[in-house]
């Protein structure tokens, strides 16, 4: 059974950083996708980042060049770097994973393509 665990949320200042960090059990074969997710209070989840299995990225607009997602050490710690945090940042986290054909990860494939949800960390930056 694939498991997903997010772990590194907390608070922090705007400007500052936080890394993310999801542990995905027994999901190593085939074509997949993995990526991040966030949702703000009163506000829909929107895609953040996403990673395909042959290492190709796809950032929101409004994250990239803030924002990194990569594997960490292996491909089954799958880590989202946040630098130069902004309030509307703020938001429950959550990474996803599915299989999925080579060139359908984005950052705004869409939920329902992801089987696979982790329980969430939340983010919090204030002033």
């Known amino acids: 059974q694939v498991q997903l665990v997010e772990s590194g949320g907390g608070s922090v200042q705007a400007g500052g950083s936080l890394k993310l960090s999801c542990k995905i059990v027994?999901?190593?074969?085939?074509?997949?996708?993995t990526g991040w997710f966030r949702q703000a209070p009163g506000k829909e989840r929107e895609g953040v980042a996403a990673?395909?299995?042959?290492?190709?990225?796809s950032y929101r607009p409004s994250v990239k060049g803030r924002f990194n997602i990569f594997f960490d050490d292996a491909e089954d710690n799958l880590a989202l770097q946040m630098d130069s945090l902004e309030l509307e940042d703020s938001g429950m986290y959550f990474c996803?994973?599915?299989?999925?054909?080579?060139?359908?990860?984005?950052?705004?494939?869409?939920?329902?393509?992801?089987?696979?949800w982790g329980q969430g960390t939340q983010v919090t930056v204030s002033l």
């Open positions: 027994r999901f190593t074969t085939g074509d997949y996708c």
């Open positions: 996803a994973a599915d299989f999925m054909g080579a060139g359908d990860c984005y950052y705004n494939t869409e939920e329902y393509e992801f089987i696979h």
């Open positions: 990673i395909d299995s042959y290492g190709r990225l």
